[in-house]
């Protein structure tokens, strides 16, 4: 609930600091306190459109505070969980205004978008008046109060959740159903593909490998003559091997007489004669390997230009051909899995669906019996609302066609204000004051279903009296049982309800010299200065001893 507000340089307002309790609580002045005012700062800090209008003349900005305490599991303490530091235990809400228009928002000081404030405060606060669109006016609502009267809101979310099964499952048949149509207009192309490159059957290497053969066999024919030159001149008829071998054996001879001359030079003749005979071997295994058959040479470049052709075709890397053939082939396997997901995707579709339906029409056959017991719960509080001949009509209209997450019911409150007129919405048909005691009516059946825990009536009561303003008034404070209920309020007999009381009044402040500058008080009234008020509510400018009589009745017939 709301524990305190405070209010610094609003339009009247130059310092307000309120306490408040829970229960009922009333807000009494003559016309022109200041009590809309006192409204309209509060709605600022609940993230009301921010207005430089709104800030007192000759001052540069407003300030307004609202602290709430709530249950640590309430709706709004969840909302603003990011802005709360271990040991906090209050929402506060504040919002600065700026005379050139400007705003700033704040929870427990941290500042925050004028957004993020109203989506915090719808949780905390309600504001009904006979001009308010905030709260129940608001059609969008009417499907989520039906729930919360008929306790549905489990049934609402397995509705919600049946709806995103069946989303979730149509949008994979429609993405998988794109793949596979695509597939099967390139599978005649994936599967001439992957066959041709599965015949060609590439290995990581054969490229390079290839080219460096066909390049040697292209080179071999002038290679080879030299090597024979060589091999001839190391080997053949002109080989120095005889002539060497002649002369070590005639040295070998003469070893005996000069050893010390001999001997070095056999041992260089042998080692000479060892590397010609290692040469001879490599020239002639040269000359074997520059052997080709010219077949093997057109061969070669076939098969070379076949996969440099491939590579171009594919625009690939010709060591990359491989991969490119396993993707073909994974692609061709993928569309004929894919056929046979597409049938199991088209059955989880219509189970998805057979679900929805049957959890959307349990819950709207259940919304339609909760309308009744709304309707008959909401009518049978009219009567003592001088609302006797009108009748409230809780409108379920139900389209299976169009289907979302809150299943196929537009709920909406409708009103008949009289017999034989034409039902409508409530918004359209019932007049201001009307419309006020339509919303009290709804508030007081749905007390205990998802209020907000701060409730703020402003002027419901214009344009009644006597008994009507004393329904009202008991209403009010049936109400007040289960939230906080603050009322602005005209009538006696709804102030003399109230567990307390505020007389909201203007008295001149001085401005500095001689001016004087108007500034809108907020006072707790005790009990005689409470009767005195009431009293005044009942006479008007001259209190009567008969009015002051009938301040005490009231406020002792409570």
């Known amino acids: 609930m709301l524990v305190h507000l405070s209010i610094r340089d609003i339009v009247l307002i130059d310092r307000l600091d309120l306490a408040l309790e829970a229960g009922l609580t009333v807000l009494t002045g003559e016309t022109g306190a200041g009590k809309s005012i006192l409204l309209d700062a509060f709605a600022l800090a609940l993230g009301g459109r921010g207005d430089g209008s709104l800030v007192r003349h000759g001052e540069a900005q407003g300030q307004v505070s609202a602290a709430f305490e709530v249950v640590a599991d309430h709706p709004a303490r969840l909302a603003a969980a990011e802005f709360f530091d271990d040991g906090e235990d209050q929402i506060i809400l504040r919002r600065v205004q700026y005379a050139d228009g400007r705003t700033r928002a704040f929870v427990n000081d941290r500042p925050v978008s004028a957004q993020t404030l109203r989506a915090i405060g719808v949780h905390l606060v309600e504001i009904h008046g006979q001009h308010d669109d905030r709260a129940l006016t608001d059609a969008a609502s009417h499907r989520t109060i039906l729930d919360a009267l008929g306790e549905l809101q489990r049934d609402a979310a397995a509705v919600a959740e049946a709806h995103h099964a069946f989303q979730r499952v149509r949008r994979e048949l429609t993405e998988h159903t794109a793949r596979v149509e695509a597939a099967r207009q390139e599978a005649d192309f994936l599967r001439h593909a992957a066959e041709e490159l599965a015949a060609l059957s590439v290995e990581a290497g054969e490229e390079e490998a290839l080219a460096i053969r066909r390049q040697t066999m292209m080179q071999s024919e002038k290679v080879a003559r030299e090597l024979q ?322 301040a005490v009745r009231l406020l002792k017939g409570v």
Not at 240 to 268: K, M, W
Not at 278 to 305: C, H, I, K, N, V
Not at 404 to 424: C, I, M, S, Y
Not at 479 to 495: C, E, I, R
């Open 229 to 550: 030159e060589a091999f001839e001149a190391v080997s053949g008829h002109t080989s120095p091997v005889p002539v060497i071998s002649s002369l070590v054996r005639r040295l070998e001879r003469r070893a005996d007489q000069a050893p010390h001359l001999i001997e070095p030079c056999v041992t260089a003749l042998d080692e000479a004669l060892n590397a010609i005979e290692l040469a001879g071997g490599a020239l002639e295994q040269a000359l074997r390997d520059a052997e080709f058959d010219p077949r093997e040479l057109e061969q070669t470049e076939e098969r070379l230009f076949a996969i440099r052709a491939a590579s171009r075709k594919f625009n690939v890397p010709a060591d990359d051909l491989p991969t490119v053939r396993d993707k073909f082939e994974a692609d061709l396997a993928a569309l004929d899995a894919g056929e046979g997901r597409l049938a199991g995707l088209a059955a989880e579709l219509a189970a998805a669906e057979a679900a929805y339906v049957a959890t959307a029409t349990a819950l709207s056959q259940a919304r339609h019996a909760a309308a009744e017991k709304l309707d008959a719960a909401v009518n049978a509080e009219l009567p003592p609302l001088k609302l006797e001949r009108a009748r409230f009509i809780t409108r379920v209209d139900t389209d299976e066609a169009a289907r979302n997450a809150e299943g196929f019911d537009r709920v909406e409150f409708w009103v008949q204000t009289n017999p034989g007129t034409k039902p409508g919405a409530m918004m359209k048909v019932a007049s201001g004051g009307e419309l006020s005691r339509f919303m009290l009516a709804l508030k007081v059946v749905l007390a205990d279903r998802g209020s907000a825990p701060t409730l703020v009536f402003d002027e419901i009561d214009t344009g009644v009296g006597g008994a009507v303003a004393d329904a009202i008034g008991h209403r009010l404070a049936r109400l007040s049982a289960g939230v906080q209920v603050m009322a602005v309020t005209h009538a006696p007999q709804v102030a003399a309800r109230a567990a307390r009381h505020l007389l909201i009044a203007k008295e001149s402040v001085p401005a500095g010299g001689a001016d004087e500058r108007v500034a809108t008080r907020v006072a707790p009234l005790e009990h005689d200065e409470r009767q005195e008020e009431i009293a005044r509510m009942l006479a008007g400018a001259t209190i009567t001893a008969e009015a002051r009589a009938a």
